[in-house]
């Protein structure tokens, strides 16, 4: 009897052990934030006010699937602060309520960047004393107001160049000189010494020349004791593009002690696109996942919106389309099940986290 019981027990933990909190059966794309949390890595999802407030189909689609959002333009300091010192947080209020009142994480998004600028601080005619100023009024007013709620910014967004590995000459670069990058980042970490700071940049994913530069620049500010805790790969992807070799080149970064994250993922598909595109479209997406699986510290893989209602894609790229998980009408489309099946694998000891 007693050797019966003991049988039974071993038989038990022995499939208990093997099956490691593996699903059973078919993926359940609602069970998405679960699988995530399981991986220690969140699933995040850029999101707008407007829809935000006025759709609930749209809040269920990041209730239901995500585990983090960014604001996609609405902390952007052209609506953050259109005319010096008055600040609008309607529109990050909204995000950071929504997050906090469902249990989401908060990715901020963006402090200086050359895109988005109200008139009056890029046309203006700055001293140095004046944009630092500036600088530390802005990262002052969003980080102080978010302390504790946004666990994570892109504080430096697309530093480099579009497609050469030079620091781009944009208004701080022209004014404060290169060292506007190590600026921020000691000015952001004073104000939220808790915050992960991000740099954020995109045409790094595959590796090469920007790649190389930036993993330059990121040595020497490490070097110099420079409070930087993660790299963004952006992660706009064209179809057939998305690289087989993404987790080496996050590697690169988190060998030196970063964490990394896939901050602003979609793959956008030349029209027409038809349905073995959606199906290989599916794959990329599971590929990028496991990337991120594959990697440590790589602790978030976000799309950038929430549906191809929502896309950016169209309006920048006109001929391409469908780029994101979830149709115009919210249905679901291959490359939800593609993310799915990648958080379907057996968890790993993938960090502690630093
Ligand atoms: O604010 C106006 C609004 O007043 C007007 O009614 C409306 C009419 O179309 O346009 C609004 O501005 C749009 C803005 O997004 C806010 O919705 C602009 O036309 C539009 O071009 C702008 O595009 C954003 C783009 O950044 C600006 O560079 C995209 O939505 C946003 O997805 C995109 O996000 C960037 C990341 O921040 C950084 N990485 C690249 C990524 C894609 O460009």
């Not at 609602?30 to 399981?38: S, V």
């Not at 602003?264 to 996942?289: F, H, N, T, W």
Request: glycine share 8%; net charge negative.
């Amino acid at each position: 009897m007693f050797t019966a019981i003991a049988l039974c027990v071993a038989v038990f933990l022995t499939t208990a052990l093997l099956s490691d909190n593996l699903p059973s059966g078919p993926p359940d794309e609602g069970e998405l934030p679960g699988m995530a949390r399981t991986h220690d890595i969140e699933l995040g999802v850029a999101v707008a006010v407007n829809p935000l407030v006025h759709d609930g189909e749209y809040r269920s689609v990041i209730t239901e699937h995500y585990t983090s959002v960014t604001a996609e333009n609405t902390m952007k300091w052209q609506y953050v602060q259109p005319q010096r010192h008055q600040f609008d947080w309607s529109g990050p209020d909204t995000v950071v309520g929504f997050a906090e009142s469902h249990d989401l994480n908060v990715r901020g998004h963006t402090l200086l960047w050359h895109n988005q600028l109200p008139s009056w601080l890029a046309q203006g005619s700055w001293s140095q004393d004046e944009l630092r100023q500036i600088m530390r009024e802005h990262l002052r007013a969003l980080l102080g107001r978010y302390k504790g709620r946004v666990s994570a910014w892109d504080i430096i967004n697309e530093p480099f160049e579009d497609t050469s590995p030079h620091l781009r000459e944009n208004l701080w670069y022209r004014v404060l000189g290169p060292d506007y990058i190590a600026e921020a980042l000691s000015m952001a970490h004073e104000i939220d010494p808790e915050a992960r700071l991000y740099i954020n940049e995109f045409g790094i994913e595959g590796g090469g020349d920007k790649a190389d530069a930036l993993h330059t620049l990121v040595e020497d500010l490490l070097q110099r004791g420079v409070p930087l805790h993660g790299i963004g790969f952006q992660g706009h992807f064209v179809h057939g593009n998305v690289p087989e070799d993404l987790a080496d080149h996050m590697r690169r970064f988190t060998d030196l002690g970063l964490e990394v994250s896939v901050t602003e993922l979609d793959v956008r598909i030349p029209e027409p696109s038809r349905e073995d595109a959606l199906e290989e479209q599916a794959d990329e997406y599971r590929r990028v996942v496991e990337a991120c699986l594959d990697v440590p510290r790589c602790v978030n893989v976000t799309v950038w919106g929430v549906s191809d209602q929502h896309s950016w894609v169209p309006e920048w790229f006109p001929g391409y389309t469908d780029a994101l998980p979830f149709d115009e009408d919210y249905g679901p489309k291959p490359a939800l099940s593609g993310m799915t099946e990648a958080l379907s694998r057996r968890p790993s000891q993938r960090r502690p986290h630093p």
